[in-house]
């Protein structure tokens, strides 16, 4: 029994050593894994802070990197507004350029394509010859005038401006019939001969040689009223002067020999067109179209037809040609 006994607890005492030895080791063994462990996330650690250091270092050089970049675009969109300023005011310019020699070539245009001969002085200062004629006419219509059995001729250009002053008269009850227009240089120099047959050196004072009378150029007209015939003489005296007095000039007319003129007797009836610029300048100031130096008088052809007047600030001279 005694043998037993000490047999048992030699095995017994040998288990516990086992035992223990196995625990020891599991311990040892834990210890060493959490150990490895712990040097991993030691090392994830350095190499995540590394890398988040690195990515910090990118994103400050990637910052600078952009904020240069912005400062450098922005200081190019300034150069790029500048020039195009710049370029849009010189744009601008040419322009201007292009648009004050349209304006030059046009008013060139507008001057080669009228007639130098519409403002020209005719009463014994300048000639028309034989060959002239408005470049296009036309037959007025027998109501506008005295006599309708005969053919009137006016510049085509001239009608428009006439027709609104027989109709605007005809409006306010004023009684204006035309008895005389456009005058061929043969027809006035047969009516000259006539007159001269009759009154000798006299015709002088109120008849124009040929090639010397306004109504070759087609712009004048010769009004009576319906009750007057060619009794020009009294023509002063009816309401129908006064109200060419008055208004004939907002149609483009002018009596080209009012009281006291230097060129022919007063002559009430006789109206030529110069255009509503040159003939309102005239009605405001009281001048005479003779009595105007014929290079101020040509500033105005260039607006002869115009449907508005245009008003010109300085003055027409009162000087004599």
Avoid at 17 to 39: D, H, K, P, R, S
Avoid at 154 to 178: C, G, H, R, S, Y
Avoid at 183 to 194: E, I, N, P, V, Y
Wanted: with cysteine; proline share 3%.
């Amino acid at each position: 029994m005694p043998c037993y006994n000490v047999c048992v607890k030699t095995e017994t005492s040998r288990k516990i050593t086992i035992l223990l030895a196995l625990v020891a080791l599991i311990f040892a063994c834990g210890i060493g894994y959490l150990g490895y462990q712990n040097y991993q996330l030691t090392q994830t650690k350095l190499s995540l802070e590394t890398e988040l250091t690195n990515t910090k270092q990118d994103f400050a050089s990637t910052t600078q990197k952009l904020a240069s970049d912005i400062e450098a675009f922005r200081e190019l969109l300034i150069a790029t507004q500048s020039d195009k300023v710049s370029a849009e005011q010189d744009i601008r310019k040419q322009k201007e350029v292009l648009d004050a020699i349209s304006s030059t070539l046009g008013t060139y245009e507008k001057l080669a394509n009228t007639d130098r001969e519409l403002l020209a002085k005719y009463s014994r200062v300048y000639f028309l010859n034989e060959n002239y004629t408005p470049k296009y006419s036309i037959t007025i219509p027998a109501p506008y005038t005295y006599e309708p059995e005969k053919e009137k001729m006016i510049m085509a250009e001239v009608w428009p401006f006439l027709q609104k002053l027989l109709d605007d008269a005809k409006t306010a009850n004023i009684d204006l019939k035309i008895i005389s227009a456009y005058r061929s240089f043969d027809t006035q120099g047969k009516l000259k001969s006539a007159y001269t047959v009759t009154y000798g050196i006299g015709s002088n004072k109120f008849s124009a040689d040929q090639g010397y009378s306004e109504h070759q150029l087609g712009t004048t007209i010769d009004f009576t009223t319906s009750k007057l015939a060619a009794s020009f003489y009294t023509f002063e005296k009816t309401a129908s002067y006064s109200w060419l007095m008055e208004n004939a000039y907002k149609y483009g007319f002018i009596l080209s020999y009012p009281k006291k003129n230097g060129y022919y007797i007063f002559e009430p009836w006789h109206w030529r067109f110069v255009g509503k610029s040159l003939a309102l300048r005239l009605h405001d100031g009281n001048k005479n179209f003779y009595d105007i130096p014929q290079r101020e008088i040509n500033e105005y052809l260039i607006s002869i037809f115009e449907t508005e007047p245009k008003v010109q600030i300085a003055p027409l001279s009162s000087s004599t040609r």
